[in-house]
């Protein structure tokens, strides 16, 4: 065996995306990943620990042969005592230079060691990104491959909507979508980021990865959530309204509010239950309006739950509802897909690409008239056995044409970096 077949190659993270057991599964799966493939691991992350982020709730993990440089993202006490929304603003942004230097600077710290053999260095997200960028200009990086990763970006509805304002304030998002790579995963959640990194004229369009996240079985035994049912829904006679997702204002679960409480008091829904699952700086807010409105008895809030409780509450529920002002073909969705759930959603992003109105789920303009409609539709439902095993039989068919597992997804991302080698001696 030669020297060349006996390197194992070794890739660098960089992130202030650190990983979740209550939501995001790939920013865990994805080093996971190639150190299943046989890649020394190394994954530098800035942790943010302010109540103004969503990891104060989240426990530490640190994945097993994953070797995590972790230090706290700047201003974080600072962050979590400010109430004024402008001057959080400014604070988060002024957080994320200092992160995006701090990530440069210790990944600068690590590449003297001449221990620290790297091939890939790769950018998780925007900070990530431009902290990689940062040291390629300087000349850090040579002879190493650069991947850039994004979940998704907002910057494509400012880019559309002319928004110089927005696009000024988040000027890093800018700077990482135009950056150069040897390859870019864009993940195609319903924001149409290929459209913003082609508006930008990106430097890593050459080899761009457009590719949806995987999705693993999420149909259980029923004896694996019979407890929760026996908790919700004991004599079956309820229809359980799920959503999953963080309690922030951009999730608009407000709307859902406004879809039950509308079902509730004009159609007279009593078997009518909606199960909201997540934590967020928004849930105080919305139990109070459900105590003051008097649907303790229709709304459920969990709080954050471990994604296998969530695959639980996903078995018991019969309809899956998502009502984001972006884009609604994130995780929860493709997961709700999966457990061929009922699917409620609005008519943004890509969302139109999955559900097809009355056909496969039900999926509405955003208008003065979504939520009567939302709501007289849901009642509908639930009142008709015969259209909710059409609909189910539909939505198996979406499953089983447009979703790949997790092992397929990830298996493609190690490949894509691999295959930079492949012309290489």
């Known amino acids: 065996m030669n020297n060349q077949e006996k390197h194992i190659k070794s890739i660098l993270f960089l992130s202030a995306n650190d990983f979740k057991e209550k939501s995001i599964q790939v920013i865990r799966k994805t080093p996971e990943a190639f150190v299943a493939a046989g890649w020394k691991v190394t994954y530098i992350v800035a942790r ?18 994953v070797d995590v440089i972790r230090f706290d993202m700047p201003l974080a006490g600072l962050r979590s005592r400010i109430k004024n929304h402008f001057l959080l603003t400014v604070l988060t942004q002024l957080a994320a230079w200092m992160t995006i230097f701090k990530l440069a600077k210790r ?24 902290a990689v960028d940062w040291m390629r200009r300087w000349g850090r990086l040579k002879y190493m491959k650069i991947v850039s990763r994004f979940q998704g970006t907002w910057m494509t509805s400012y880019l559309r909507d002319g928004n110089w304002l927005k696009r000024l304030l988040n000027i890093d998002d800018v700077i990482a979508l135009k950056s150069r790579a040897d390859l870019c995963i864009m993940t195609n959640d319903g924001t149409d980021g290929d ?129 984001y ?53 849901l009642v509908a439902l639930m009142q008709d056995e015969s259209f909710k095993t059409r609909i189910r039989s539909n939505v198996e068919k979406t499953e089983e044409e447009k979703l790949w597992t997790w092992q397929e997804r990830m298996d493609a991302e190690v490949k894509a970096v691999e295959d930079l080698f492949k012309d290489e001696k």
């Open 48 to 65: 943010d620990r302010s109540k103004a982020g969503n990891y104060f709730y989240e426990k530490e993990i640190n994945p097993a042969s």
């Open 107 to 130: 990944t600068r710290k690590f590449l003297k060691n001449s221990e620290n053999k790297i091939d890939v260095v790769y950018g998780y997200e925007v900070h990530g990104v431009c």
């Open 195 to 323: 459209e913003a990194m082609r508006r930008l004229k990106s430097k890593a369009l050459h080899n761009l990865k457009f590719w949806i996240n995987g999705v693993d079985e999420q149909k259980l035994s029923p004896g694996a959530y019979s407890e929760l049912k026996s908790m919700y829904n004991p004599d079956g006679s309820k229809c359980i309204v799920l959503s999953v997702s963080r309690m922030e204002s951009w999730k608009r679960v407000d709307r859902i509010l406004d879809v039950i409480s509308c079902a509730v008091k004009k159609h007279d829904a009593k078997n009518l239950l909606y199960i909201a699952a997540g934590e967020g700086s928004m849930l105080a807010q919305y139990q109070h309006r459900v105590s003051e409105e008097g649907l303790e008895k229709h709304v459920v809030f969990t709080g954050a739950l471990p994604h296998e409780e969530v695959k639980k509450y996903l078995n018991v529920a019969d309809v899956f509802i998502s009502t």
């Open 325 to 377: 002002d972006l884009s609604n073909v994130g995780n929860p969705l493709l997961e709700a897909i999966r457990a061929n759930k009922i699917i409620f959603t609005l008519n943004n992003g890509a969302t139109g690409e999955w559900i097809r109105h009355r056909e496969n789920g039900f999926i509405y303009n955003v208008d003065e008239h979504v939520i009567e409609n939302m709501a007289t539709d």
